[in-house]
């Protein structure tokens, strides 16, 4: 089992910046990745962010050259920095970990961009 909580959404304006945190019940190391997805409104959950066990990330295209995915080991977080946001970026985020072959996931965190 992991246990995830989340925190750091909230409501931002355009082209501001956010920081998700995702605190894990287990040793990141003993995860074999862990994810960002989103949720908009309407819309099917999608990935925004990955980093692996051996540090390598993960970006969807919309996403790339503004969002970055980073780890404290020490602390056993996993972090999103959300940077130039857009209201396109609006949804609920989802933090998510997969270890041998199963998914765990956070209780999501509301992410607002107002224009």
């Known amino acids: 089992q992991v246990q995830l909580v989340e925190s750091g959404g909230g409501l931002v304006q355009a082209g501001g910046s956010l920081r998700l945190s995702c605190e894990t019940s287990r040793s990141i190391f003993s995860i074999n990745r862990m994810g960002w997805y989103r949720q908009a409104p309407g819309k099917q959950r999608e990935l925004v962010a990955s980093?692996?066990?051996?540090?390598?990330?993960y970006y969807a295209d919309s996403v790339k050259g503004r969002f970055t995915i980073s780890r404290d080991n020490a602390k056993n977080t996993v972090y999103l920095e959300m940077n130039s946001l857009k209201p396109e970026d609006t949804g609920v985020y989802y933090c998510n970990a997969m270890r041998d072959l199963l998914n765990y996931w956070g209780q999501g965190t509301q992410v607002t961009v107002s224009s």
């Open positions: 980093i692996r066990s051996g540090g390598s990330t």
